[in-house]
T-cell receptor
Framework: NAGVTQTPKFQVLKTGQSMTLQCAQD?????MYWYRQDPGMGLRLIYY???????DKGEVPNGYNVSRLNKREFSLRLESAAPSQTSVYFC?????????????FGPGTRLLVL | KNQVEQSPQSLIILEGKNCTLQ??????????LRWYKQDTGRGPVSLTI?????NTKSNGRYTATLDADTKQSSLHITASQLSDSASYIC????????FGTGTRLTVIP
């Protein structure tokens, strides 16, 4: 039982390059989330998927797109990376959407955009 | 503006001692208050979740309190261990969750 897994662990991009961050959970959770964590700031929600087949914007969605591929997988895509997207990205999942359910976080992807 | 403020920003305590971390929130709508532990280089791990009607919740040596009237919460750690060294994050909200910046706790032998 791996919980929430994320790939890659680290990535360096040049400005303008694109990449996809992968996330998978094996807990049969309905809801999945993408957050970013920056120094001196709390985690901020980028996008979420309350259930398979749905996605919605969070607090900071600009410059990102997401895909809920199936119940297990939720990917985050940067189409044209910018230095402002240098951050640590966390994927999380929960049984239901923000109804007092525990969110389980992955180990994070550290992204540096030069 | 929705805000979650934590104090202190950082704290150093001796192994075996107790400590209390504070969280003040101005979040609307509000239905639950969470505390997470985040080890360096890892993802956050849930410690407690309290609904607005709960006053206290424990998880081993961790006890969280909530006063929804004053919009304050605290996390008390009893008999600290070296493994308690981490950042502790307070989270408040309902459908939308707002994260504090955390308190960095260092436990020294």
């Amino acid at each position: 039982n791996a919980g929430v897994t994320q790939t890659p662990k680290f990535q360096v991009l040049k400005t303008g390059q694109s990449m996809t961050l992968q996330c998978a959970q094996d807990m049969n959770h309905n809801s999945m989330y993408w957050y970013r964590q920056d120094p001196g700031m709390g985690l901020r929600l980028i996008y979420y998927s309350a259930s398979e087949g749905t996605t919605d914007k969070g607090e900071v969605p600009n410059g990102y797109n997401v895909s809920r591929l199936n119940k297990r997988e939720f990917s985050l895509r940067l189409e044209s990376a910018a230095p402002s997207q240098t951050s640590v990205y966390f994927c999380a999942s929960s049984e239901a959407f923000n109804k007092g359910e525990t969110q389980y976080f992955g180990p994070g992807t550290r992204l540096l955009v030069l | 503006k929705n805000q979650v403020e934590q104090s202190p920003q950082s704290l150093i305590i001796l192994e075996g001692k107790n400590c209390t971390l504070q969280c003040n929130y101005t979040v609307s709508p509000f239905s639950n208050l969470r505390w997470y532990k985040q080890d360096t280089g890892r993802g956050p791990v849930s410690l407690t979740i309290m609904t607005f009607s709960e006053n206290t919740k424990s998880n081993g040596r961790y006890t969280a309190t909530l006063d929804a009237d004053t919009k304050q919460s605290s996390l008390h750690i009893t008999a600290s261990q070296l493994s308690d060294s981490a950042s502790y994050i307070c989270v408040a909200g309902a459908n939308n969750l707002f994260f504090g910046t955390g308190t960095r706790l260092t436990v020294i032998p």
